[in-house]
């Protein structure tokens, strides 16, 4: 990017427009050819009032007449013949531009075909996703829109590694897609920054949670430099944070720092052309950040105790928007903003021989930053508050690992007539009262979770069957096709998982040692225990693929929360420094 170009076509055009001035028409365009004469005088005025010299200020004036020009003439094309044309830059690559001529009934696949054909570039497109099966005006496309096509290179090797990048945002949207999926109100919370539960409705929820989970995996892309792959990802989040009520988004700050993370992806890539989308990304963020955090962070002070780490956004919002203004040619502005930025950078940065101390002690680099960040650089203050997080981490984990306990235990109880979980508290509750666990368990599942119906259950049943057949265990389904899988009958399975009280390893042993007896041979089970099998069989396999789903998308994701706070500033401090230096220059 030719920065001084940038910024002085910038001006010009902010220029032209406070004054009215339109290359297009006379007295800069007569009987179709420009004049000449006229546009070298408006140069020198521009000249003396923006201190640009006059033969590059010329060639600017030259090209946005051409641009005026041309965007003239497709508006012409398009009246006429319903053809619209699309203006394509190339992001990571080569750089280059070029026109595309299509209806808009076409769909967003076509025009991607269209881009790799015509360009030799794999492609996706800014501000939005483009749906492949959609039409590109259903997709709000319009005639001279631009289109955003991020590569790698034209090189094979990086064509293959741009596949590999799609194909890897296929699979986390598809596991992300799974995982939402569960309706079970246990299997997937969504809280506030208070940590209270939000009651949502179930689509609501899963795009919710499919927008985080591709938030986090860009995040983890954007950590190892995979600027592309990280700015499709957050694409895609945004995609379903927009499925989402506006108040539910207030409600959480994850789409305001989406937003962020979007306008900085647009400035490590280079792309002055998508500085309109990062306009209105930054102020939505700027506005939501305010109003969750509060106007000086006082929300956040009361509900973190500190707000050095979130700093770091409000100095990456500050870069941003001085950057912006620049591209805008808002000179005086971007001084402020950029400014206001160098302040910031210097209250957060860190003391090396503190952070060394904290390694030192075992710390790791990021919790050891995290640390002096949120203290403000004093490092006794610092060790107390990493020696609180790990136990509030540790607390945490705990909680988190009971639930999941909880969990299994639950689905491996099954659920009531209703289709309702057992609830485990009354089932603990009449266990300790001296019932047989699995007996209570089916008493519960029969009865909806009614305690005393339960109760009343038990006694009956214990009553009529009497010591010994008490003693004769339920089993669940699960048992059930797990002996069955291994060749025995469904009577056999059920007799000798009752007699064992539901213990798998147990029942297989003696089935295994009666083998070859008359009377040990296949007995057909009734079509009700098949179905019963087969679903238990289909759960088995949908539960893998769940684990296996979390699992990919588990990887490379932090487990800390404020891992996403965490940059040593270095690119930050060098897009300072560069801009600084061209605005004093």
């Given at each position: 990017m030719d920065f001084n170009k940038e910024h002085y076509l910038a001006r010009i055009r902010q220029k032209l427009q406070e004054d009215g001035v339109k290359l297009w028409i006379s007295p800069y365009f007569v009987d179709n050819k420009t004049n000449v004469e006229n546009l070298q005088e408006l140069a020198m005025n521009l000249s003396d009032m923006l201190a640009i010299p006059c033969n590059a200020i010329l060639v600017m004036l030259t090209t946005l007449q051409s641009h005026a020009l041309e965007k003239l003439a497709s508006r012409n094309q398009f009246q006429q013949t319903g053809m619209a044309t699309l203006r394509t830059k190339i992001v990571g690559g080569s750089g280059a531009q070029n026109k595309i001529v299509i209806s808009l009934n076409e769909s967003g696949e076509s025009l991607k075909r269209r881009i790799i054909s015509e360009m030799n570039h794999p492609s996706t497109t800014s501000g939005l996703i483009l749906d492949d099966s959609k039409s590109l005006q259903a997709q709000k496309v319009t005639n001279n829109s631009q289109i955003l096509a991020i590569v790698l290179s034209c090189d094979p090797a990086s064509q293959k590694m741009e596949e590999r990048i799609f194909q890897e945002v296929e699979m986390i949207k598809a596991d992300a897609d799974l995982l939402a999926s569960q309706e079970d109100e246990n299997y997937l919370r969504i809280a506030d920054q208070l940590g209270n539960i939000i009651a949502l409705p179930f689509e609501e929820k899963k795009s919710l949670a499919v927008a985080m989970a591709l938030h986090e995996k860009g995040r983890s892309a954007l950590k190892r430099n995979q600027v592309s792959l990280a700015l499709t990802l957050f694409h895609e989040a945004d995609s379903k944070f927009n499925a989402c009520r506006s108040e539910l988004l207030r409600a959480v700050d994850n789409a305001a720092l989406l937003n962020l993370d979007i306008a900085w992806c647009y400035l490590l890539l280079g792309n002055a052309a998508d500085i309109p989308d990062a306009v209105v990304r930054l102020n939505q963020c700027e506005q939501s950040l305010y109003k969750t955090y509060g106007a000086q962070m006082?929300?956040?002070?009361?509900?973190?105790?500190?707000?050095?780490?979130?700093?770091?956004?409000?100095?990456?919002?500050?870069?941003?928007?001085?950057?912006?203004?620049?591209?805008?040619?808002?000179?005086?502005?971007?001084?402020?903003?950029?400014?206001?930025?160098?302040?910031?950078?210097?209250?957060?940065?860190?003391?090396?021989?503190?952070?060394?101390?904290?390694?030192?002690?075992?710390?790791?680099?990021?919790?050891?930053?995290?640390?002096?960040?949120?203290?403000?650089?004093?490092?006794?203050?610092?060790?107390?508050?990493?020696?609180?997080?790990?136990?509030?981490?540790?607390?945490?984990?705990?909680?988190?690992?009971?639930?999941?306990?909880?969990?299994?235990?639950?689905?491996?109880?099954?659920?009531?007539?209703?289709?309702?979980?057992?609830?485990?508290?009354?089932?603990?509750?009449?266990?300790?009262?001296?019932?047989?666990?699995?007996?209570?368990?089916?008493?519960?599942?029969?009865?909806?979770?009614?305690?005393?119906?339960?109760?009343?259950?038990?006694?009956?049943?214990?009553?009529?069957?009497?010591?010994?057949?008490?003693?004769?265990?339920?089993?669940?389904?699960?048992?059930?096709?797990?002996?069955?899988?291994?060749?025995?009958?469904?009577?056999?399975?059920?007799?000798?998982?009752?007699?064992?009280?539901?213990?798998?390893?147990?029942?297989?042993?003696?089935?295994?040692?009666?083998?070859?007896?008359?009377?040990?041979?296949?007995?057909?089970?009734?079509?009700?225990?098949?179905?019963?099998?087969?679903?238990?069989?289909?759960?088995?396999?949908?539960?893998?693929?769940?684990?296996?789903?979390?699992?990919?998308?588990?990887?490379?994701?932090?487990?800390?929360?404020?891992?996403?706070?965490?940059?040593?500033?270095?690119?930050?401090?060098?897009?300072?420094?560069?801009?600084?230096?061209?605005?004093?220059?």
């Open positions: 006082e929300r956040l002070l009361t509900l973190k105790g500190s707000t050095g780490n979130e700093a770091v956004l409000f100095l990456r919002l500050h870069l941003l928007q001085g950057v912006v203004a620049f591209h805008q040619g808002k000179t005086l502005e971007s001084i402020k903003l950029l400014n206001q930025a160098k302040e910031e950078i210097q209250k957060l940065t860190i003391n090396d021989g503190d952070l060394t101390q904290l390694i030192g002690l075992g710390f790791t680099l990021s919790d050891a930053r995290l640390s002096l960040r949120a203290c403000r650089g004093d490092l006794n203050a610092a060790c107390v508050y990493l020696q609180r997080r790990e136990a509030e981490r540790e607390e945490r984990l705990k909680k988190e690992e009971e639930e999941e306990e909880r969990d299994r235990e639950r689905r491996k109880l099954g659920k009531t007539a209703n289709n309702q979980w057992v609830n485990l508290g009354y089932l603990n509750t009449i266990v300790q009262m001296g019932f047989e666990r699995s007996r209570a368990a089916e008493g519960l599942k029969q009865t909806n979770n009614d305690i005393n119906r339960t109760l009343e259950f038990l006694q009956n049943d214990f009553d009529s069957f009497g010591t010994d057949d008490a003693s004769r265990g339920y089993f669940s389904e699960e048992s059930l096709a797990q002996v069955i899988s291994m060749g025995f009958s469904v009577e056999k399975a059920k007799e000798m998982l009752e007699k064992h009280n539901g213990d798998v390893e147990r029942a297989v042993e003696e089935l295994a040692s009666n083998l070859g007896r008359p009377d040990d041979q296949p007995v057909a089970g009734t079509s009700r225990d098949f179905e019963k099998v087969e679903a238990t069989r289909k759960r088995k396999e949908e539960t893998k693929k769940e684990k296996a789903a979390y699992k990919r998308l588990a990887k490379d994701i932090p487990r800390t929360e404020e891992d996403h706070l965490d940059t040593g500033l270095e690119l930050e401090s060098e897009y300072l420094h560069k801009y600084l230096s061209f605005l004093t220059s």
